[in-house]
T-cell receptor, first 115, second 112 residues
Framework: EPEVTQTPSHQVTQMGQEVILRCVPI?????FYWYRQILGQKVEFLVS????????KSEIFDDQFSVERPDGSNFTLKIRSTKLEDSAMYFC?????????????FGPGTRLTVT | GDSVTQMEGPVTLSEEAFLTINCTYT??????LFWYVQYPGEGLQLLLK?????DKGSNKGFEATYRKETTSFHLEKGSVQVSDSAVYFC???????????FGTGTRLKVLA
């Protein structure tokens, strides 16, 4: 069964450093998402991406964040200058179509620890 | 804004016990409702969904009914197994937006 993959599984970085989290969505999917979960808190939407553009973003997704689909398979989330409060589990998701009835397929997550 | 509220965990049950995990929502439109499960070290997997009022989603012995009048989507299973130990997330999605809104997740631990 096709699945969404994410690398690395765990990333430790120092405050102020740039990090890039990588995702490989399911191959025929067209819509891509990033979510994050701070330990003990809700899973929160960050951004959605379609046709090489951001289609929706949350207030969390400020100028420190960016997303890119650099080739036909990868989908990346970049944090330019990490803060302690960016420590969280980051989930990538994809779906074949948009609309509230379509399920999103999630990757296993990348745990980001900012020290 | 739209939101999802789940019962606090962890929930600890003996094998073959009945499970209920409560989920209520607030939404301005007509949301689709989902339950996702996360097993240790894995991603979020769709467990079941319901897209309109009175729909019942079911999978692997789990069920949830979309109750518009009580804005609820409680997850139930008649007889849990040790292998059901995981974190369960309730989520909603409304038309006109791309995002899911999740509850906090409920950790279930089933003891043999």
């Amino acid at each position: 069964e096709p699945e969404v993959t994410q690398t690395p599984s765990h990333q430790v970085t120092q405050m102020g450093q740039e990090v890039i989290l990588r995702c490989v969505p399911i191959s025929n999917h067209l819509y891509f998402y990033w979510y994050r979960q701070i330990l003990g808190q809700k899973v929160e939407f960050l951004v959605s991406f379609y046709n090489n553009e951001i289609s929706e973003k949350s207030e969390i997704f400020d100028d420190q964040f960016s997303v890119e689909r650099p080739d036909g398979s990868n989908f990346t989330l970049k944090i330019r200058s990490t803060k302690l409060e960016d420590s969280a589990m980051y989930f990538c998701a994809s779906t074949a179509a948009t609309g509230s009835t379509y399920e999103q397929y999630f990757g296993p997550g990348t745990r980001l620890t900012v020290t | 804004g739209d939101s999802v509220t789940q019962m606090e965990g962890p929930v600890t049950l003996s094998e073959e016990a009945f499970l209920t995990i409560n989920c209520t929502y607030t939404a301005t439109g007509y949301p689709s409702l989902f339950w996702y499960v996360q097993y240790p070290g894995e991603g979020l997997q769709l467990l079941l969904k319901a897209t309109k009022a009175d729909d019942k989603g079911s999978n692997k012995g789990f069920e949830a009914t979309y109750r518009k009048e009580t804005t609820s989507f409680h997850l139930e299973k008649g007889s849990v197994q040790v292998s059901d130990s995981a974190v369960y997330f309730c989520a909603l999605s409304t038309s006109g937006t791309y995002k899911y809104i999740f509850g906090t997740g409920t950790r279930l631990k089933v003891l043999a």
